[in-house]
């Protein structure tokens, strides 16, 4: 499967999620869905996240901004992470090789948007990405 099916398929095709986007590790974008793009200097925030040792991660004081909208982050480990504005939000998982963000509207709840991101994200570190 593609990168590009496994956004429209696997993330947007759950009804959980209304934008998504799949990087490497680095920063490069591997698919996205239409319209919904994240600047390279916010989407390594994102990643680098996945890497912070303090308790609790920086991420988490700060909050993560994307396109310029700030968002206040819920919860962050080193796997995943949970943000929200307002009623809509945004959850992220980091695979061996990729990180999938993935953004919910206000009639989704976040633990149905961040549950469909991490079972992709299981099936990919089972798959060795």
């Known amino acids: 499967m593609s990168w590009q099916a ?30 919904f ?6 989407l390594k925030v994102i990643i680098d996240s996945f890497s912070d040792t303090s308790n609790p991660p920086k991420i988490v004081s700060e909050g993560i901004k994307v396109n310029g909208e700030k968002y206040m982050t819920i919860s962050a480990d ?20 990729a990180v999938l963000i993935g953004h919910h509207n206000e009639e989704i709840t976040t633990p149905a948007a961040f549950n469909s991101v991490v079972e992709l994200q299981e099936y990919l570190k089972k798959m060795g990405y």
């Open 78 to 97: 080193n796997e995943s992470l949970k943000a929200k504005k307002g009623k809509e939000g945004l959850v992220a998982a980091k695979t061996v090789q």
């Open 6 to 35: 496994y956004v429209d398929q696997s993330l947007l095709g759950t009804g959980n999620i209304d934008k998504a986007l799949i990087a490497g590790l680095d920063g490069t974008v591997w698919a996205h869905s239409a319209g």
């Open 37 to 42: 793009s994240i600047p390279p200097a916010e």
